[in-house]
């Protein structure tokens, strides 16, 4: 009786073991899966070095957009304004090198400036006002939508249109180092740094250890000596320089700053970072996860148009990978 209920308890375990492997691994293995099978599927058209690159070049602003939701969340921060803000820094970015003829690294730091600047505003509600991160963001996805609109008075800021003011703007039109940012491999390189560094400074520093301790439990953080408020705010500032870079990427890629034209990349950044949490049990927001659950969005987004699925479907889709990262991500959490 007792060697019948011992081999029931190690089969018990086996079992939990090998579910634990595949919720752990799900996005992973999903990936793999999706390549295989577009592949089989539809051949050389999907498994082929420039499709690869498609992919990598539809990727990279989803990725960079998740990157700086995963330095929000690391210490349990949530910012549901980040693309709309990020619609406001290429307003900047395209009117600094536009109707003002900056060059293009001035008009580079100006808008990361400026998204810093804007990103006080979240920090004030946040720290200051202590209103949920949720509740304040979605209230600012507003502020910068209007006020994004109000530059620009109303429209785009595209090559050989006037300023607001109705003047020509001093540059007529984008130079080839400006459209070279929003184009392989330049925004696929960009993209592989700000995982690198976003890696490196979450897992390798001081910094980003503190910030994983405020998300693990912010009270036992803040009681081991860390001064929470300061290193929310560090967050703060650290997701603010990925928007703007972001924001420049995909000023770059559609040739000029469109209305909304950040802001429907919220929801495939959201995935890529609750995918990211799962990868390899990590259960917390990481660089090369949110990589990862990128990957899989933009495979997906790939394979399917290849497929022949219509366009308008494909959101249904990345409402489902969504659903499935958060049962990955939360289905096996310890009640407390």
Not at 162 to 179: A, E, K, N, S
Not at 196 to 208: E, I, P, Q
């Amino acid at each position: 009786m007792t060697k019948t209920l011992s081999n029931q308890n190690k089969l018990m375990i086996g079992n939990k073991t090998a579910g634990r492997f595949l919720m752990d691994w799900a996005a992973v293995i999903a990936l793999f899966v999706c390549i295989i099978i577009f592949s089989i599927l539809r051949g050389s058209a999907f498994f082929s070095k420039a499709n690869a690159i498609n992919i990598l070049r539809s990727m990279s602003i989803t990725t960079i957009f998740a990157i700086a939701a995963t330095v929000t969340m690391a210490p349990d921060g949530f910012d549901m304004s980040a693309c709309t803000l990020a619609s406001f820094s290429a307003y900047i970015f395209a009117s600094s090198f536009l109707w003002f003829g900056m060059p293009l690294g001035v008009a580079a730091i100006v808008t990361i400036i400026f998204t810093m600047v804007m990103y006080l505003l979240t920090m004030f509600l946040i720290l200051v006002c202590k209103i949920p991160d949720m509740l304040a963001t979605c209230a600012l996805m507003f502020v910068h939508q209007g006020l994004g609109l109000w530059w620009t008075g109303g429209g785009a800021v595209s090559s050989g249109m006037p300023t607001r003011w109705g003047t020509p703007p001093v540059r007529p039109g984008w130079t080839q180092d400006f459209l070279n940012i929003g184009r392989a491999p330049y925004c696929i390189i960009i993209m592989l740094v700000c995982v690198f560094f976003a890696f490196v400074f979450l897992n390798y520093t001081k910094h980003g250890r503190y910030l994983y301790a405020m998300g693990g439990n912010k009270v036992a953080a803040k009681l081991s000596g860390i001064n929470v408020k300061r290193y929310r705010f560090l967050a703060g500032m650290v997701t603010a320089v990925f928007i703007a870079i972001g924001a420049m990427v995909v000023c770059s890629r559609n040739s000029a700053a469109q209305i909304t034209g950040c802001d429907n990349y919220l929801m495939p950044s959201l995935s890529a970072v609750f995918v990211g949490r799962s990868v390899g049990g990590a259960e917390k927001p990481n660089a090369i996860g949110t990589m990862i659950g990128a990957a899989l969005v933009a495979v997906l987004e790939n394979g399917l148009t290849m497929m022949g699925v219509v366009y308008y479907v494909l959101p249904a889709v990345k409402g489902g990978v969504l659903a499935l990262a958060l049962v990955a991500a939360y289905a096996t959490k310890k009640e407390d």
